[in-house]
Nanobody, 123 residues
Framework: QVQLVESGGGLVQAGGSLRLSCAAS????????MGWFRQAPGKERDFVAA????????IYKDSVKGRFTISRDNAKNTVYLQINSLKPDDTAVYYC????????????????WGQGTQVTVSS
């Protein structure tokens, strides 16, 4: 089992930037694929980005390509999501998640989840 804790969310003006962090503890010796998901009010949880264990491969939701960057620092047991050029429709609770299978955008494939961090973008 691994525990995940997100941080870095907040209120930002449209066009601004945030960097979200997800710190892992517990069974961090496992080679987890890490992902970021988000859930806006009244919406289903939606894939944002994912990264494999080494960091060599990433996948993104089409609408965030070029603005969002996922990265990881395994020495610190931390994964990051850099968000630039924020838009109001980026407003959501952002969750990090881990799986032990493969790089993929399906939330059902992820075994472990953090509690989420709120990102709010004002116009």
């Amino acid at each position: 089992q691994v525990q995940l804790v997100e941080s870095g969310g907040g209120l930002v003006q449209a066009g601004g930037s945030l960097r979200l962090s997800c710190a892992a503890s517990g069974r961090t010796e496992r080679r987890y694929v890490m992902g970021w998901f988000r859930q806006a009010p009244g919406k289903e949880r939606d894939f944002v980005a994912a990264i494999n264990w080494t960091g060599a491969s990433t996948i993104y939701k089409d609408s965030v390509k070029g603005r969002f960057t996922i990265s990881r620092d395994n020495a610190k047991n931390t994964v990051y999501l850099q968000i630039n050029s924020l838009k109001p429709d980026d407003t959501a609770v952002y969750y990090c998640a881990a799986n032990t299978v493969a790089l993929n955008p399906d939330p059902g494939k992820y075994n472990y989840w953090g509690q989420g961090t709120q990102v709010t973008v004002s116009s």
